[in-house]
C-alpha cells in the first residue's frame, strides 16, 4: 500500500530543509516574508525543470527561438503594457488583528468552502459576483459584507475599506532618487519578448507562426503568504509568445493548449491531477479572447501552473503606438501587412519544481516499515546514480571511487556515499528521488561485475561495470511512472 500523506505539504518543508532543496531566504536574519533560497539540491531541480522546457519549447523545435532580455526594461514598457496603471492587487485589512489580505482570496475562500459542503449553487452564485466585482473596490467591500466573511485570526468582520496596490517593485536608475528616474523590476518577462519582436524578426530569418520563449526571474510584491514557493516575491517564468497570423489563432490556441498539457504528463506528473480549466469570459482581460490554465491538484486544492492566454495583437500594438516603432509584419509572398495574434504558455518554474517534489512524493508502506520516496523523473532528480562501496576495506572503495570519476566524465550525477548501512544508504537516496544506485562489492573486484539498485521497485540486477553507462542512459529512456495506490 503506497499513499500521500494528508499533512504531505509539511512533509515536502521539512525534506527540502532538512535534504537542501530549499532554505528560507535571509534565515539567520529571522527570514524575509514569502522569499526562498535553493540549495545543492533544489538549485540541480530548478535547472533540470528549466532544460526540460528549454528543450521541448526550442531545441527540439525549427519555429521557436530564445532571448534573454534584460530585467529592468525603459518604465514606459510597463506603463504601455498596462501594468502601472493595472496591475494591482484588491487588499483588505482586519481592524483587530491588523491582518491584510487579498480581498478577491477571501471571497474564493468562501466559494471553496461552500463547495465543500456540498453547497454548488451558493459557490456558484458567490464566485460570479466575485467576477463581475473585480476591479471595483467598492463592490468587492460589499461582497464581503454580503458573504458574511470573517477574519481567520481575530473571527471578527471589523474591516477597512479595499484598496489597490501595485505589484512592481520600483527601483531608480542611476544613484540618486531625482523623482524622474523611477524603474521597476520586471513583473513578467513577456514585455521583453515583445520589444525584441522587431529585432529577432528581422535577425532570425523566422516569420509567423513562430514563438520567442524566455525564462527569468519576474517580481511581485506579492501581500498574502503563499504555500510554500507556489507564490513568493521573486519567482522565475518560463513564458513563449506564438506570433500567428490572426486567422490561425484558434488553431494555434488548441494546439499549444494541448502540447502544454502533454509536456507536464511527460514529465511524469500524474494525468489524473492534471486539467486544462478555460477562464470564463467574465476573468478575461478586455484585450484577450481566451485562457486557459494548466491546474494541478495540490494538497491545498486546484491550483494553477501554468497559463496559456490568446493575447491577440494588443501588445504589438500598443508598443507601435507609445514607441512610433512600427511592430506589424510584412509578408514578401502574399504582400500582406499585418499585426500578428499572440498565443502565450507562461509556467513558473519554482511552481513546476514543487509541483514535481508534491507529485512524486510518497511514504511507502513497506512491511514493519515506511519508506520516503521521491519518484521524480530520473531526468529531473537532482542526483542520478548514488556510488557505494559495500564497505570501506579490501579496495572496494578506491574501486567505487574510480567508477563514480567514470559516470561523473559521463555526465551523470553522483553522489558517493561509504558511510553506514547500506541500506541507510538506499533510503537516503530514495527520499531525494536519486533513480539509481550502484554498489561495488568483492564481485567487482573479482568478475568486475557491479549491482545497480532501481529506487521505484527497489529491484537489483547485476552488471559488468563496463556497461553501466550505457545501461543507466537507457533506463533513463525507458523510464514510465510506477503505478501508486492513491
Ligand atoms: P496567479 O493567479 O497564481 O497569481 P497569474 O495568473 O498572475 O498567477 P501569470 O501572470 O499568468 O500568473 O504568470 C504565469 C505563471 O507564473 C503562473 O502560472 C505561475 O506558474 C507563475 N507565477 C506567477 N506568479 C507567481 C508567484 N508569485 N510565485 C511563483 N510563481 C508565480
Known amino acids: 500500500m503506497a499513499k500521500q500523506p494528508s499533512g504531505v505539504m509539511d512533509a515536502i518543508v521539512s525534506l527540502c530543509k532538512r535534504r537542501g532543496f530549499?532554505?528560507?531566504?535571509s534565515e539567520i536574519y529571522g527570514g524575509v516574508g514569502n522569499t526562498y533560497d535553493y540549495g545543492p539540491l533544489g538549485v540541480e531541480l530548478l535547472r533540470r525543470v528549466k532544460d526540460a522546457w528549454w528543450t521541448r519549447m526550442v531545441q527540439e523545435r525549427r519555429d521557436v527561438v530564445g532571448l534573454d532580455s534584460a530585467i529592468i526594461q525603459h518604465p514606459q514598457t510597463w506603463v504601455t503594457s498596462g501594468h502601472v496603471g493595472g496591475f494591482s492587487d484588491p487588499l483588505i485589512d482586519n481592524k483587530t488583528s491588523k491582518q491584510r489580505y487579498r480581498a478577491d482570496h477571501l471571497i474564493e475562500e468562501k466559494v471553496a468552502k461552500y463547495r465543500k459542503k456540498g453547497r454548488d449553487k451558493d459557490a456558484d452564485a458567490l464566485q460570479a459576483k466575485l467576477n463581475a466585482s473585480l476591479g471595483d473596490n467598492a463592490a468587492l467591500r460589499a461582497l464581503i459584507d454580503e458573504a458574511k466573511i470573517k477574519c481567520p485570526?481575530?473571527?471578527?468582520?471589523?474591516?477597512?475599506?479595499?484598496?489597490?496596490?501595485?505589484?512592481?517593485?520600483?527601483?531608480?536608475?542611476?544613484?540618486?532618487?531625482?523623482?524622474?528616474?523611477?524603474?521597476?523590476?520586471?513583473?513578467?518577462?513577456?514585455?521583453?519578448?515583445?520589444?525584441?519582436?522587431?529585432?529577432?524578426?528581422?535577425?532570425?530569418?523566422?516569420?509567423?507562426?513562430?514563438?520567442?520563449?524566455?525564462?527569468?526571474?519576474?517580481?511581485?510584491?506579492?501581500?498574502?503568504?503563499?504555500?510554500?514557493?507556489?507564490?513568493?516575491?521573486?519567482?522565475?517564468?518560463?513564458?513563449?509568445?506564438?506570433?500567428?497570423?490572426p486567422a490561425e489563432n484558434d488553431h494555434w490556441f488548441e494546439y499549444w493548449k494541448s502540447a502544454r498539457l502533454q509536456w507536464y504528463i511527460d514529465l511524469g506528473i500524474d494525468p489524473g491531477k492534471l486539467r486544462l480549466r478555460d477562464h470564463d469570459a467574465d476573468e478575461l482581460a478586455h484585450y484577450s479572447t481566451g485562457c486557459t490554465d494548466v491546474e494541478y491538484e495540490y494538497p491545498f486544492g486546484w491550483g494553477e501552473l501554468e497559463g496559456i492566454a490568446c493575447r491577440t495583437d494588443f501588445d504589438l500594438k500598443r508598443h507601435s503606438e507609445a514607441s512610433g516603432t512600427d511592430l506589424v509584419y510584412f509578408d514578401p509572398q502574399t504582400k500582406e501587412r499585418y499585426t500578428p495574434y499572440v498565443i502565450e504558455p507562461a509556467g513558473g518554474i519554482n511552481r513546476i519544481a514543487l509541483t514535481c517534489l508534491i507529485d512524486a512524493y510518497e511514504e511507502e508502506q513497506l512491511e514493519g516499515d515506511v519508506r520516503t520516496v521521491l519518484h521524480l523523473h530520473p531526468r529531473l532528480a537532482p542526483i542520478t546514480v548514488g556510488v557505494f562501496p559495500l564497505v570501506k576495506k579490501g579496495g572496494m572503495a578506491e574501486r567505487a571511487d574510480e567508477l563514480e570519476q567514470e559516470l561523473r566524465r559521463a555526465g551523470l550525477a553522483t553522489f558517493y556515499d561509504e558511510k553506514g548501512a547500506i541500506g541507510r544508504r538506499y533510503r537516503r537516496q530514495d527520499e531525494v528521488g536519486t533513480p539509481f544506485c550502484v554498489t561495488i562489492d568483492g564481485d567487482t573486484l573479482e568478475k568486475g561485475t557491479v549491482t545497480l539498485r532501481h529506487r521505484d521497485s527497489m529491484e537489483?540486477?547485476?552488471?559488468?561495470?563496463?556497461?553501466?553507462?550505457?545501461?543507466?542512459?537507457?533506463?533513463?529512456?525507458?523510464?514510465?511512472?510506477?503505478?501508486?495506490?492513491?
Open 22 to 25: 530549499v532554505f528560507q531566504a
Open 153 to 245: 485570526v481575530s473571527g471578527t468582520d471589523d474591516w477597512t475599506d479595499v484598496r489597490q496596490f501595485n505589484l512592481m517593485f520600483k527601483t531608480t536608475i542611476g544613484p540618486v532618487d531625482t523623482g524622474d528616474n523611477i524603474a521597476y523590476l520586471r513583473p513578467e518577462t513577456a514585455q521583453g519578448i515583445f520589444l525584441n519582436f522587431k529585432n529577432v524578426l528581422e535577425s532570425s530569418r523566422q516569420k509567423p507562426p513562430f514563438g520567442i520563449a524566455q525564462i527569468g526571474k519576474s517580481f511581485r510584491n506579492e501581500i498574502t503568504p503563499g504555500n510554500f514557493v507556489f507564490r513568493t516575491r521573486e519567482f522565475e517564468q518560463a513564458e513563449m509568445e506564438f506570433f500567428v497570423p
Open 460 to 486: 537489483q540486477e547485476t552488471l559488468p561495470s563496463g556497461e553501466l553507462v550505457a545501461a543507466i542512459r537507457e533506463r533513463i529512456d525507458a523510464w514510465t511512472r510506477p503505478e501508486r495506490k492513491a
